[in-house]
């Protein structure tokens, strides 16, 4: 809920014109406000002196994470002022609505925003990513980059909105990651990795985003104790070079989902989400099973105990390295393919396509600088030799076909080739 605050009848007629445009706020004269008003609302604005406004929320401010958004508008509503939560909040974006509204001169002064430089502590929350730093404080972090001191940035996956952005959007003071070069002293690393240690390199301060891109695969006996497991799983995590923070998904059989030790794993990665299967003929354990569904193991099964097994997968789509996605194009309608045969369109570094039996339409989704290919009239031999150029770029490439890929001569013959050349291939079935 928004409050709007205002001091005089002036400030009321402003306030009045702000209700009218956000249908979430209420007004409060500033006489009943009290302690609850700060804690219970989402943004205050003040409409009136400054002075009024800072004196008021002065007494009750904890923590930029957990204060709401303040933003103070002058009685003549000439300028809008981002007080409190800026950037971690959103009232700097309020601040540019209300400026909207009124007609007004929004004044941020939050500097990385004014910059164009990353929010270090927002990046994290926005993109749906764990965050932890090391060897410095948040803020200390933050005066180093937002001042252009040296900072490296290291990407462990590929693509996503987040990686695209910082990719789009990287200041020209930060450089990407070379295991080769040398790095000046008080050097800042900015990295989206899994992994518990992204580099062997040591620097003076560190922010580790982690993406939640591995899958946590558990079996154990019946009436499994969780004792010391939950401790010794995640130093097995640890020994591995990966951090439980980027685990999305807890991942066990029926059997096991209700298990003490399966609840105490979700209480001690209360990011990741339990997800339940049923095993198929094809695998003997929702280890197996994962790697079905996700993509390859990072970790190998582990056993521990003798009362349970653990295994690590990531996401196959994350992974670094070239890969190939056969995806189905059903139909051939455009608005009739899967939404994750469309994802992988749209992320797609090369797109392959019978232009015989698929319409070009569905290479419309395509992202910018992506090669789009008709295959007609090429051998099996040719199409590899064109995907190979993409893969060993460690590019990502979709091989649009018909119908279902697994029911798609094509793909059978490309499968055997695919797999002589040891490159990586998954299946995304088409819309029947």
């Known amino acids: 809920m928004i409050q709007i605050i205002y001091v005089t009848d002036a400030g009321r007629e402003i306030a009045q014109r702000l209700l009218s445009e956000l249908p979430e706020s209420h007004l409060l004269p500033a006489k009943a406000f009290v302690s609850n008003t700060f804690s219970r609302n989402e943004a205050l604005i003040f409409i009136g002196d400054m002075g009024v406004c800072v004196r008021t929320i002065a007494p009750f401010m904890k923590s930029k994470k957990t204060d709401p958004d303040v933003i103070c508008v002058d009685s003549s509503s000439n300028y809008v002022i981002s007080v409190l939560s800026g950037r971690i909040g959103g009232a700097n974006k309020l601040t540019r609505r209300i400026a909207r509204i009124l007609g007004s001169v929004p004044v941020i002064t939050t500097e990385s925003d004014n910059d164009g430089f990353w929010g270090l502590d927002t990046l994290a929350p926005h993109f749906g990513w764990q965050e932890e730093h090391r060897d410095g404080r948040m803020n200390h972090i933050i005066f180093h980059f937002v001042n252009g001191r040296p900072t490296v940035l290291k990407l462990d996956v590929r693509g996503g909105r987040g990686v695209d952005y910082l990719k789009r959007t990287k200041p020209a003071h930060v450089s990407m990651y070379d295991p080769d070069a040398e790095t000046e002293a008080e050097t800042l690393l900015l990295a989206v990795s899994p992994f518990w240690n992204p580099t062997v390199q040591q620097f003076s301060k560190s922010v580790l985003y982690r993406p939640p891109v591995l899958h946590l695969g558990i079996d154990c006996v019946r009436e499994c104790p969780s004792g010391e497991l939950p401790r010794k799983i995640r130093e097995l ?83 670094l390295g070239g890969h190939v996605e056969y995806v189905g194009a059903g139909p051939g309608d455009p608005d009739l393919v899967s939404v994750r045969g469309m994802q992988f369109l749209q992320q797609a570094d090369l797109i392959l396509y019978p232009s015989e039996t698929v319409s070009e339409r569905l290479t419309h989704y395509a992202k910018k600088g992506c090669m789009v290919r008709s295959t007609e009239n090429m051998e099996p031999e040719d199409v590899l030799l064109f995907m190979q150029e993409y893969y060993k770029k460690g590019l990502q490439i979709v091989r649009l076909l018909a119908g279902a890929p697994t029911h798609n001569a094509t793909f059978t013959k490309e499968k055997k080739l695919l797999e002589k050349a040891d490159m990586r291939y998954h299946l995304t079935p088409g819309i029947k």
């Open 237 to 319: 995590i640890h020994q591995h070079n990966l951090s439980e923070k980027s685990i999305a998904t807890i991942d066990t059989t029926t059997q096991c989902a209700d298990e003490m030790l399966v609840q105490s794993l979700l209480m001690a990665f209360p990011w990741a989400k339990l997800s339940v299967h049923e095993l198929d003929g094809n695998a003997s354990s929702v280890c197996e099973s994962c790697v079905s569904e996700y993509g390859p193991l990072l970790m190998e099964i582990q056993t521990l105990d003798d009362i349970c097994s653990i295994s690590i997968s990531i996401t196959r789509e994350a992974q």
